[in-house]
């Protein structure tokens, strides 16, 4: 039996809707059990901790360099700004955002620290790890397997990819964006193994 690792934010969450995600298709096709999944309004550095060298697979989904990591809470300047009455932590989040926060440093940061996990870890890596970008793209990595096109642009096309209304989303595709993506990495998976 095979493994797959799912590292990442809410495109890769486990979801109510499991037997449409990508997530539980790819892994199908894989003959691979899920080891780990994304967490919703996760930062960068949560893809990073969940990293498992035991998978065949890891799957990254790269958010934006904005987000602030926490172990319990999904910190966000959206999330902080909203939910900044409903928990301290949020709070505190809002202030960091609203005084503190630099965008070209977060940037920078995240760019770093991809940079070292690229370098350091996954160039140790035995199995195929691939990497997709969540929002936009900025960093390359040199080992393993980029795609180019961001997640979210999946979704943001209605006119190639139409929500409809009485299909529950999974990982905020649809059904059929969901069959598709797990198609495309399954056969990048089978192009490199």
Known sequence: MKYINFCGDSFCRHTRAAEIA????LASKLNANIIGYG?????????IKTFD????????CWTEPH???HIKYPLSIGSAEADQHKHRIYGAA???????????LAIERQSRDLY???????SKYKGLAIHIPCF?????????????????QLRDNPDKF?????????????????????????????QHV
């Open 67 to 69: 987000r602030l990591y």
């Open 39 to 47: 967490k919703s309004g996760a930062a960068h550095e949560h893809a």
């Open 116 to 122: 070292w996990f690229d370098n350091v870890v996954l």
């Open 162 to 190: 139409p929500v409809s209304k009485d299909i529950e989303p999974a990982n905020h595709m649809t059904k059929q964006q969901n069959a598709m993506l797990a198609d495309k990495l399954y056969n990048i998976i089978k």
């Open 94 to 104: 809002n202030v960091y955002y609203k005084y503190l926060h630099n965008s070209n």
């Open 136 to 152: 936009s793209k900025i960093y390359k990595f040199t080992n393993h397997i980029n795609i180019n096109t961001p997640l979210n």
């Open 53 to 60: 060298s035991i998978a065949d697979y890891t799957v990254f």
């Open 22 to 25: 990508w997530t539980t298709l």
